[in-house]
């Protein structure tokens, strides 16, 4: 029995050892300055400093990665959650959204941040810092409303 549970945990080790060599793309796609949110609407400071402690992580293309997602299997999870991420909403692809989506988005930012699904709890463990305030979400919620009213309907 001793024999099965050491050879159980060997082989543990070295399967973490070998997906140590399987690395996600931990690199952000180019951004371009006239797709980017801050270009097409009017973000005031305070609006600006939540999205970038608690959104632009995962909802750019400007992704800082922490260390720890040189750590396999943590990085696999992160880097998926950053491809959701974006392609749920992009900051840094605003400018290509329709006025339709942009609306659309807008009221989510809203939505999910009353409801506290976002930022994703998983992110708040190593970023307790992102956690959102009761005013860090009324301050996005007038600043969405506002903006949702400035974007022309469509026909």
Same mark, same amino acid.
């Given at each position: 029995?001793?024999?099965?549970?050491?050879?159980?945990?060997?082989?543990?080790?070295?399967?973490?050892?070998?997906?140590?060599?399987?690395?996600?793309?931990?690199?952000?796609?180019?951004?371009?300055?006239?797709?980017?949110?801050?270009?097409?609407?009017?973000?005031? #400071?305070?609006?600006?400093?939540? *999205?970038?402690?608690? $959104?632009?992580?995962?909802? +750019?293309? /400007?992704?800082?990665? @922490?260390? !720890?997602?040189?750590?396999?299997?943590?990085?696999?999870?992160?880097?998926?959650?950053?491809?959701?991420?974006?392609?749920?909403?992009?900051?840094?692809?605003?400018?290509?959204?329709?006025? #339709?989506?942009?609306?659309?988005? *807008?009221?989510?930012? $809203?939505?999910?941040?009353? +409801?506290? /699904?976002?930022?994703? @709890?998983? !992110?708040?463990?190593?970023?307790?810092?992102?956690?959102?305030?009761?005013?860090?979400?009324?301050?996005?919620?007038?600043?969405?409303?506002?903006?949702?009213?400035?974007?022309?309907?469509?026909?």
């Amino acid at each position: 029995m001793k024999f099965i549970v050491k050879s159980l945990v060997g082989l543990i080790f070295i399967a973490i050892a070998v997906i140590q060599f399987i690395r996600p793309n931990l690199s952000n796609p180019p951004v371009s300055e006239s797709k980017r949110i801050e270009h097409s609407i009017e973000i005031p #400071s305070d609006v600006q400093a939540i *999205l970038n402690r608690s $959104c632009k992580d995962c909802h +750019s293309n /400007e992704t800082i990665y @922490p260390w !720890y997602s040189n750590v396999q299997p943590i990085g696999w999870f992160v880097t998926d959650h950053v491809e959701e991420g974006r392609r749920e909403l992009n900051f840094s692809e605003w400018g290509g959204y329709s006025d #339709s989506r942009k609306r659309r988005k *807008l009221k989510q930012i $809203c939505e999910q941040a009353e +409801s506290g /699904e976002m930022p994703l @709890p998983s !992110y708040l463990i190593m970023h307790p810092n992102a956690k959102l305030s009761v005013n860090d979400v009324k301050i996005l919620c007038e600043w969405t409303e506002k903006e949702i009213q400035r974007i022309p309907e469509e026909k």
